[in-house]
């Protein structure tokens, strides 16, 4: 069975130092990847994509992810955290199913 | 371009009753989604459509039921509601299928159930 998973429920970090948010996947032919961004009461916007090509996957708002493929993972990453980063992301995931499939998300919390 | 709109924001029903929670988008987008978003559990795909008079059933699609009679409009209906529907719904449409393609979503309607 298809899935995606993240394994922390919240990370926190200090503003101006980077941040890191995990995300590991199991589908079934070639992986599409994605990590969106939801603020409270609103819809999941999009933040980055990985399609095929550089494993290094530069997005919105200065966010990037990193494909692995030997450790099957999709970390979004940031250098330098803004307070205004604090949300819950998503990572999802599809396969040759054509069906995307969510992680459980995880609220970022960035302190000043 | 006013995106992926729905209706209502939100909602309280009573056990067994039913109605529909509308979906629109404006991009000429061939494939739409439903979700329920419940916490811990990331969202949910229920139904989803690949084009007019095309649906299929997702991961959760018992108690739900859908159409797709125009590219635009996708609505979700709840046959007979239980307090187990209570969640948020969020819409979401992209180019083709959702596989290689961002998915644009909905504002959301919350849905209490009581």
């Known amino acids: 069975a298809q899935s995606v998973a993240q394994p922390e429920d919240q990370v926190n970090v200090a503003e101006g130092n980077p941040l890191t948010v995990k995300c590991t996947y199991s589908?079934?032919?070639?992986?599409?990847l994605f990590w969106y961004v939801q603020y409270p009461n609103r819809g999941l916007q999009f933040l980055l994509k990985?399609?095929?090509?550089?494993?290094l996957v530069k997005g919105s708002y200065g966010f990037e992810a990193e494909f692995n493929k030997s450790q099957t993972s999709f970390h979004l990453k940031k250098p330098s955290a803004l307070v205004s980063d604090s949300a819950l992301y998503f990572c999802a995931g599809s396969g040759n199913t054509g069906k995307l499939i969510f992680g459980q998300g995880t609220t970022l919390q960035v302190k000043p | 371009n006013a995106g992926v709109t729905q209706t209502p924001k939100f909602q309280v029903l009573k056990t067994g009753q039913s109605m529909t929670l509308q979906c629109a988008q404006d991009m000429n987008h061939e494939y739409m989604s439903w979700y329920r978003q419940d916490p811990g559990m990331g969202l949910r795909l229920i139904h989803y459509?690949?084009?007019?008079?095309?649906?299929d059933q997702g991961e959760v699609p018992n108690g739900y039921n859908v159409s797709r009679s125009t590219t635009e409009d996708f609505p979700l209906r709840l046959l007979s509601a239980a307090p187990s529907q209570t969640s948020v719904y969020f819409c979401?449409?992209?180019?083709?299928?959702?596989?290689?393609?961002?998915?644009?979503f909905g504002p959301g309607t919350r849905l209490t159930v009581t």
């Open positions: 589908v079934s032919g070639n992986p599409y």
């Open positions: 979401a449409s992209s180019y083709v299928t959702g596989d290689a393609y961002e998915q644009y």
């Open positions: 459509s690949v084009g007019a008079g095309i649906t």
């Open positions: 990985y399609i095929t090509g550089d494993n």
